[in-house]
């Protein structure tokens, strides 16, 4: 059983230096903040990293495997940030590629709390197939219109309907009254048509408007949100999932400043901190789109998201772009069913919403068959 | 008088795109995120950023400034931080190099409460010379081993002894013992010596235990906190700012994830936003210390949050590293009085904390004379 934090870094070395004294660098520069020999010698044992395995590099890099002890995150998410990719964060061309928690701090912060088999329960129209996510945009349209979008997406069979990241609580759909009149369009949907389509509203606000936000939305009848972690802190993510009683879907925006060819967090550690923290579908921007991602970034990604840990259940992946009538079957075959597309742009620029949703829905059915 | 909220990138273009093309991308991706014509006439005046200037760079890139209407941010900081650098920081090699608000929004976040003339009239021993900071360290130790080091410190004249970074709510230095002992031993100190040695506990923390640390920090006398708001979210600093009446110095740990020279958000834009949002006081990494910072890099920072910019106080620039007697006058002649250096390992590498303190104040306070 796992009992400390390990955390790989792949890094630079500094002029002439080896890699034992790279990997001390690190160690002491994520805990102590001092030279050896400034602090005393109880601490070298109860705090300083442990570098636990060691490989030079090409170009005079290095990865190194540290070990951290867990009292020094002491549960709280921004020392968990400040453990995983603190000051090292300022040093030059350095990268988290693995990260592991032991299974008390997996079991403090839950993972999520619906995951692929809570989202599947409440979309009972989706089974055996993959789910489909749209958002309601663009940012700028009334309430009124954004619930009129909602409604055609899901007469059109669309599973989850979410506002669009940018939708927020400006004054031309104010988060209240959007919220009932999407939701109420989604739920005559359903109604009229025996849908299960979910209509997920955007709650990334201010670190004191949160609170309200959730409240209205389960008063709305919703059964999830969306949420853009990286604007708001990944501490909210915790947050509501350990509160909301709601599902939570995570979009990426701000997300990418994180993550370089040599430096920042990797896509797979991020979305492994995303489920960890709580996200019950984790939206990221797919291979064959327009984002610079390869098909093999994004399998690792569904990995770190529906692979074994510890006792957290698996996470949604949620591909966003790329996607249309005529790749449906690809993708399908590449992730498997147990993944959401999110698709935008395609079925927008055919006009009809509903007619375009409901051949895409025909089209997934049919890969998944 | 600037009506709209203006952001300058420079980014890779796509194969064969013009600039004109990539801009006109870039906009879309920041706003509607549909392509031209999957939204009605109207959103394109309201909503669609504009571009106000182009220019093409060496190697396929290209610089843009783009303008958005304010209406877009809403007030609020998640918002903001979507405008500034959302959906394109998943973009190839893109990065904000300017960043400019109206002075609406300006005037609603309100930049620093306090600034360098307030830090200054709270220093009152320090007047005419740079301030000096130092981290009570390591993580791992006591809250009376805290409390010790504090008051070494404050005896020695540092002016502001602050928590290091690293050290949260940890058992081994629980927030609420530890801020009443750090903050009476510096009290102390300040009475035994006419000294005005100000206490700053770091308050990062969940997004739900933010107000309960802030109420334990005034109660026990503090002046200011730090924190690290790319832990805990850049709204958390706004709401210091607005809400605690305490002076606010900023952390830089994890920040250094967000940029790289190609990719991210520039170092003085990220210190304009922290200024924006409320920051007092901001450390960052100095140049000719551990960190790959050029001195110009510094000046930028520093003008970042000296320069003028509306009706804001200017912000403290607090260098961390590279610092010790010896380049004391250097430093000074570089960056001026009104700034605050951090130090370190050079104070604790030489054993006698209070010593080392009183002739580095020394020094300092004959390089500025």
């Given at each position: 059983?796992?009992?400390?934090?390990?955390?790989?870094?792949?890094?630079?070395l500094a002029e002439g230096e080896s890699p034992e004294a790279g990997a001390r660098r690190i160690a002491l520069e994520q805990t102590v903040e001092l030279p050896d020999g400034c602090y005393p010698d109880r601490i070298e044992e109860a705090v300083v990293?442990?570098?636990?395995e060691l490989e030079a590099l090409a170009e005079n890099r290095c990865r190194a495997a540290l070990s951290f002890a867990p009292a020094l995150v002491g549960n709280e998410v921004p020392q968990l940030l400040n453990v995983l990719f603190g000051m090292v964060s300022l040093l030059p061309a350095t990268r988290v590629v693995e990260f592991e928690l032991p299974d008390g701090l997996l079991r403090r912060y839950g993972g999520p709390r619906f995951g692929i088999e809570g989202i599947r329960a409440a979309c009972t129209n989706a089974a055996g197939r993959?789910?489909?996510c749209t958002s309601a945009k663009p940012v700028g349209l009334s309430a009124a219109e954004l619930a009129a979008i909602c409604g055609a997406l899901a007469r059109g069979g669309i599973d989850v309907v979410k506002d669009d990241h940018g939708v927020a609580d400006q004054a031309t759909a104010p988060f209240a009254e959007r919220v009932g009149r999407c939701s109420e369009a989604v739920q005559?949907?359903?109604?009229?048509?025996?849908?299960?389509?979910?209509?997920?509203?955007?709650?990334?606000?201010p670190v004191t408007e949160l609170f309200d936000r959730v409240a209205t939305a389960k008063a709305a009848g919703c059964r999830g949100v969306l949420v853009s972690p990286f604007a708001t802190g990944l501490?909210?993510?915790r947050w509501l999932a350990e509160n909301s009683g709601l599902i939570v879907l995570v979009h990426p925006t701000f997300s990418g400043a994180l993550y370089h060819a040599d430096h920042g967090v990797s896509l797979p550690v991020l979305g492994r901190l995303l489920r960890v923290l709580g996200s019950d579908g984790v939206t990221y921007v797919n291979a064959g789109g327009r984002f610079p991602v390869t098909e093999q970034e994004c399998h690792a990604v569904n990995d770190s998201l529906r692979g074994p840990l510890g006792s957290l259940r698996p996470a949604l992946p949620v591909p966003g772009g790329?996607?249309?009538v005529d790749r449906?079957?690809?993708?399908?075959e590449r992730y498997g069913v147990d993944t959401m597309f999110l698709i935008g742009s395609s079925l927008y620029a055919q006009g009809d919403l509903e007619v375009a949703s409901r051949r895409l829905v025909d089209a997934v059915t049919g890969a998944a068959g």
């Open positions: 059983m796992r009992e400390r934090i390990r955390i790989t870094y792949e890094f630079a990293a442990r570098v636990e993959p789910l489909l005559r949907a359903n109604e009229a048509s025996g849908g299960s389509t979910l209509y997920f509203p955007n709650v990334t606000s501490d909210t993510l790329g996607m249309d449906a079957a690809y993708w399908t």
